[in-house]
């Protein structure tokens, strides 16, 4: 099992900026894939990024394309957000997700078995 822990969520204008990290502790991760979800309120959890670690590969929502980035630190154990340009529909809890087998295309909270407690980002117009 993995254990992950958020931390960078806060509140940002509609333009702005915010990181996210995500801290990941337990077994050895180097093969896990990592992802990033977000969940509104009144909404189903969202699939928003995700990256192999082995390759470094990455996916994202439609919705996300061309203002958020995910990256990760292997010596650091940490996998990133950096969210650009931000809307006040990006408004929700993002949570930080882990399993064992690679992404390969958008996918569903369903198939990721290790999550963080989650961290709210608030965008205001």
């Known amino acids: 099992q993995v254990q992950l822990v958020e931390s960078g969520g806060g509140l940002a204008q509609a333009g702005g900026s915010l990181r996210l990290s995500c801290a990941a502790s337990g077994r050895t991760f180097i093969t896990y894939a990592m992802g990033w979800f977000r969940q509104a309120p009144g909404k189903e959890r969202a699939f928003v990024a995700a990256i192999n670690w082995d390759d470094g590969s990455t996916y994202y929502a439609d919705s996300v394309k061309g203002r958020f980035t995910i990256s990760r630190d292997n010596a650091r154990n940490t996998v990133y957000l950096q969210m650009n340009s931000l809307k006040p529909e990006d408004t929700a809890v993002y949570y930080c997700?882990?399993?064992?087998?690679?992404?390969?295309?958008?996918?569903?909270?369903?198939?990721?078995?290790?999550w963080g407690q989650g961290t709210q980002v608030t965008v205001s117009s």
């Open positions: 997700a882990a399993r064992p087998f690679p992404v390969v295309g958008t996918t569903e909270p369903a198939f990721f078995g290790s």
